[in-house]
Nanobody, 125 residues
């Protein structure tokens, strides 16, 4: 079993920045990729960013390209999401996800069997 613990959410004004962290722990697991998704009230969960742990390849939703940066620390089994130039429409609960299997589609929630509990990000206008 894998546990994911997110941190770093909060309230920020439009144009501001936040950095989310997600640490993975458990027994005998490997990480192929980790990703961030978000869900706003009344909306479906949507892909934000993902990164592979071996090659560091990154994937971004068009809505966050140029503003958000995903990175990882392999030694700490941790993924980060640096969010700059935040907009009110970025307001959502942000979830961290992990998969131990390589995939052709890291954009889909169904590619990730492990999920964190979520952290709230609120951007005021």
């Amino acid at each position: 079993q894998v546990q994911l613990v997110e941190s770093g959410g909060g309230l920020v004004q439009a144009g501001g920045s936040l950095r989310l962290s997600c640490a993975a722990s458990g027994r005998s697991f490997s990480i192929a990729a980790m990703g961030w998704f978000r869900q706003a009230p009344g909306k479906e969960r949507e892909f934000v960013a993902a990164i592979t742990f071996s090659g560091g390849r990154t994937y971004y939703a068009d809505s966050v390209k140029g503003r958000f940066t995903i990175s990882r620390d392999n030694a700490k089994n941790t993924v980060y999401l640096q969010m700059n130039s935040l907009k009110p429409e970025d307001t959502a609960v942000y979830y961290c996800a992990l998969t131990s299997y390589y995939s052709s589609n890291y954009y889909s929630p169904s590619s990730y069997p492990y999920w964190g509990q979520g952290t709230q990000v609120t951007v005021s206008s």
